[in-house]
């Protein structure tokens, strides 16, 4: 087993239970964003940019709030860890026909990058926006 320096995840608890998890790394450790042609189209050669990758919340804590605290939490961790800013690729759900599936928002929606002051930068798909914050501490 291999421990990384800087833990790769966050965990939301509610009380002694552990309700949501998230990823949040530096974004040149993730080849499927660094090598991504259609994001490369829209952000910044920034070796310090992190990257919010995906969310875990357990079914019965869905829709109430748990994945943005935990992006703010995310926000909050990079900052600590030297990022220059936060990225991440949610999705739009007004743009979508119906609801969308639970598996359809691992990468969190548009909505919550917003509450937490993300602003978006582009879009790789129409319902796909790519959303930045840029840390004070840069």
Not at 14 to 23: A, E, K, S, Y
Not at 63 to 90: C, F, N, R, Y
Request: proline share 7%.
């Amino acid at each position: 087993m291999q421990e990384a320096e800087v833990p790769i995840g966050l965990l939301a608890y509610l009380d002694d239970d552990v309700v949501g998890w998230t990823r949040v790394v530096p974004r040149l450790t993730l080849p499927g964003v660094a090598e991504n042609r259609a994001l490369a189209r829209i952000l910044d050669d920034d070796p310090d940019a992190w990257w919010v990758s995906c969310f875990v919340v357990r079914r019965e804590y869905r829709g109430k709030g748990i994945g943005t605290v935990l992006l703010g939490a995310a926000v909050d961790w990079a900052a600590q860890h030297g990022a220059s800013m936060v990225e991440g690729h949610p999705i739009d759900t007004s743009g979508l026909a119906g609801a969308p599936s639970p598996s359809a928002l691992f990468t969190g929606t548009l909505a919550m990058f917003e509450r937490v002051g993300f602003a978006e930068i582009g879009r790789t798909y129409p319902t796909r926006p790519v959303m930045r914050q840029k840390l004070l501490n840069r």
